[in-house]
């Protein structure tokens, strides 16, 4: 594995750690790659209960490394990040998510794929895409308002303005705000929790719960990555980038 994306199996339960700690774990082409193929390969190893993800150095995710997104964009549905964001959806054992620092972007939208998810008190979340002239992803046009309600997955998604740990927890996104001392011990315990469970009545449950919406979900990540991939050569979204990476210049 590429090491940007740590793995660690152990007792049933496989680490992802997002591990760009420098630039806030940006996610680079090569680690939705590896990450992809991460969650492929652990959907079919008996060895693997539970998928832990957590990012390194007090940082989930900043979303999207814009630079590389520009040298290495998505063209279709088979782009790292597409096949990436379909494994999770499709992940058949549970996925428990550790939250510290910044989850932006795919970073927040990802967690609508977990089964449990912990976040800080200094967590901080946000779906910029329309700051940045382009559309939501990873089915949150489908999940955020089903878990969230119409008026709040608006607000989140149309202002693309940062919140708090209180507010994802009030949006559905996370089940828990936990002290940022708290956060390793509170996951390894909950993902240890659901390692411990049978492990077909588990996937089955998990089915149950995801299956109702599975066409719905598949249909979204299609419409919203054909309309990502045109937005993306939008005039809008290249003066929103050329904007962004001007001021951080």
Excluded: W
């Amino acid at each position: 594995m590429s090491d940007t994306l740590l793995t660690h199996l152990e007792a049933g339960i496989l680490s992802l750690t997002f591990n760009r700690p420098q630039k806030k774990n940006a996610f680079t082409s090569e680690m939705y790659e590896a990450a992809a193929r991460a969650l492929v390969e652990a959907d079919s190893n008996d060895a693997v209960r539970v998928v832990v993800l957590t990012g390194s150095g007090g940082a989930f995710t900043a979303g999207n490394d814009l630079k590389d997104f520009l040298e290495h964009p998505p063209a279709g549905e088979d782009s790292p990040v597409f096949r990436f964001l379909r494994a999770l959806a499709h992940f058949s054992r549970p996925i428990v998510a550790g939250v510290d620092g910044v989850a932006v972007g795919i970073g927040t939208t990802l967690l609508l794929h977990c089964d449990y998810v912990a976040a800080t008190e200094r967590a901080v979340f946000s779906m910029p895409f329309v700051n940045l002239g382009l559309s939501p992803e990873g089915a949150s046009s489908v999940l955020l308002p089903r878990v969230a309600g119409l008026a709040l997955a608006s607000e989140l998604l149309m202002f693309g303005e940062p919140f708090d740990a209180p507010t994802a927890l009030r949006a559905g996104i996370i089940n828990q705000v936990v002290p940022e001392a708290s956060l390793a011990d509170v996951v390894q315990k909950r993902s240890t929790a659901l390692a411990a469970k049978p492990v077909e009545s588990l996937r089955l449950t998990k089915r149950l719960l995801r299956e109702p919406l599975r066409a719905t979900v598949d249909d979204a990540l299609s419409r919203e990555g054909t309309l990502f991939v045109q937005r993306l050569g939008s005039a809008e979204a290249r003066e929103a980038f050329n904007a962004f990476l001007s001021k951080k210049k």
